[in-house]
């Protein structure tokens, strides 16, 4: 079955440095994918979505491109700040209107001020 | 325009009860589904329901049972609850492709 795979935490970097969490899919057919963000006590907030081979998604300074080659949708900053501070869920969704979104086990962000 | 609606925010329960979770979906959205998430880890997909039926099913026991009201409304039962069923339970509604999460329903048993 479908599945996705991201990169174990915590991740601590210090403010201002990049960032990259690598997440990897198994898929058939052409799913959706997304960046999900969850802070300390609250649900999941969408971050960023791309639905479609190459296209890049973008929000709040951060990107990620989907790669069908590489079957991979990397999330990347090239500045963090220390409210950057969460839990991050790479996410896919097949193409049928009532697939469910499938989920990655999820990858801690500490930024260090 | 309010987005996804849970309640309550928080609750515990003894093991063996049985719990009622409620979700009000955003407004035009016929589609709710529920999730499970346990400490430390992703969300996992309970069921879907869409016109009053359940639509699909994830990999939960039967005493996981949900409804879906005419307005769209759901509520997910928990009966025979085990220490395990502690979790965060996130609703989330969709009207096509995209989908809109809750803040979710701690839920401790103790």
Request: net charge neutral; charged share 20%; glycine share 10%.
């Amino acid at each position: 079955g479908d599945s996705v795979t991201q990169m174990e935490g915590p991740v601590t970097l210090s403010e201002e440095a990049f960032l990259t969490i690598n997440c990897t899919y198994t898929a058939t057919g052409y799913p959706s994918l997304f960046w999900y963000v969850q802070y300390p006590g609250e649900g999941l907030q969408l971050l960023l979505k791309a639905t479609k081979a190459d296209d890049k998604g973008s929000n709040k300074g951060f990107e990620a491109t989907y790669r069908k080659e590489t079957t991979s949708f990397h999330l990347e900053k090239g500045s963090v700040q220390v409210s950057d501070s969460a839990v991050y869920f790479c996410a896919l969704k097949g193409a049928n209107r009532d697939d469910k979104i499938i989920f990655g086990k999820g990858t801690r962000l500490h930024i260090l001020p | 325009d309010a987005g996804v609606t849970q309640s309550p925010t928080h609750l515990i329960k003894t093991r063996g009860q049985q719990v009622t979770l409620r979700c009000s979906p955003k407004s035009g959205h016929d589609t709710v589904s529920w999730y499970q998430q346990a400490l430390g880890q992703g969300p996992q997909f309970i069921f879907q329901y869409y016109e009053e039926e359940e639509r699909q099913r994830g990999n939960f026991p039967d005493r996981f049972s949900g409804h879906q009201f005419p307005n769209y409304s759901s509520e997910l039962n928990v009966n025979a609850l085990l220490l395990g069923d502690s979790a965060l339970y996130l609703c989330a509604s969709s009207l096509g492709r995209g989908y809109t999460f809750g803040s979710g329903t701690r839920l401790t048993v103790v």
